[in-house]
C-alpha cells in the first residue's frame, strides 16, 4: 500500500492545554479512517493542522512525500478538505461559487459540473447558497472538496445536518471513492464509524488511545461493543 499521510511528534498547545500531544502515525491508499473522540480531544486540531491551515508547536506532516511547512502548495494540491462549519458565499448561487472555488484551484469549469453531480446538488445548483438548509451548504462544502479529484481527503463532520436519506447518499459515496483515496472522517457518530470506515482512531486529551480495525479495538479494550470501546478510552478526568 502508498503511504499517503505520514505524522511524526506532532504536538499543538493553546496556552497550557495540549490539543494535540506527540502524535505519530501513518496512512494507506484505500482506507477510510474514522478520527474519533469527545468534545476538546484534539480532532480539529489535528484536521487542521493536517490541512495546512494550522501550524504545529512541532513534529512532521509529510503529504505524499511532500513536507507540508517545506511544499506547502505541492502538498495542499493532493488535499480536499471539509472543514467544520465549512466558509462559504452566502450571496453566490451553487454553480458559480463551485466554478469559482475551481478557478482558484486552475481546474476547468467542467470540474465544478462534476463535483456538484457528485454531491447531489443539482436540484439547488442556482439557488444562492444563504437561502439553503444547513444540510445543503455541507453538501456544498464536501463538493467544494471533491474539486480536482484529491487522493486525500479530510472531512470534519461530514453528515452535520444531512437528513437520514442525505447521510446515507454522502457515506455510500465515500465508500465509492475509497479505493484509491485516504479518507479521514471526524466524527461524533458511532454508527457512522461502524458503518463506513475501515480503520478506527480514538482520541482523547490529544493523544491517540486507540488505533485499528473495530475487531482490534474491541478486542485491545475486552468490549462487545465500539460504545463501550470509546467509553472506556475516553472518561477518565472527564
Known sequence: MTATIEIKNLKKTFDSINAVNNISLTTFSGEIIALLGPNG???????????????????????????????????????GFLPEGSPLYGDMDVRHFLHYIAALKSLPPAEAERASALANLQNVIGQKIE?????????????????GNPPILLLDEPTDGLDPNQKEHLLK???????????LISTHLLDEAKSVASRILIM??????????????????????????????TKADR
Open 131 to 147: 437561502t439553503l438548509s444547513k444540510g445543503y451548504r455541507r453538501r456544498v462544502g464536501f463538493a467544494a472538496s471533491l474539486l
Open 173 to 183: 459515496l465515500i465508500s465509492a471513492m475509497s479505493r484509491n483515496k485516504t479518507i
Open 204 to 233: 482523547d486529551h490529544g493523544e491517540i488511545k486507540a488505533d485499528g480495525s473495530l475487531e482490534t479495538i474491541l478486542k485491545q479494550t475486552r468490549s462487545l461493543t465500539l460504545e463501550k470501546a470509546f467509553t472506556k478510552l
Open 41 to 79: 480531544a484534539g480532532k480539529s486540531t489535528l484536521m487542521n493542522m493536517l490541512a495546512g491551515y494550522l501550524a504545529p508547536d512541532s513534529g512532521k506532516i509529510t503529504i505524499l512525500g511532500k513536507d507540508i511547512a517545506a511544499e506547502p502548495l505541492d502538498a495542499k494540491r493532493c488535499i
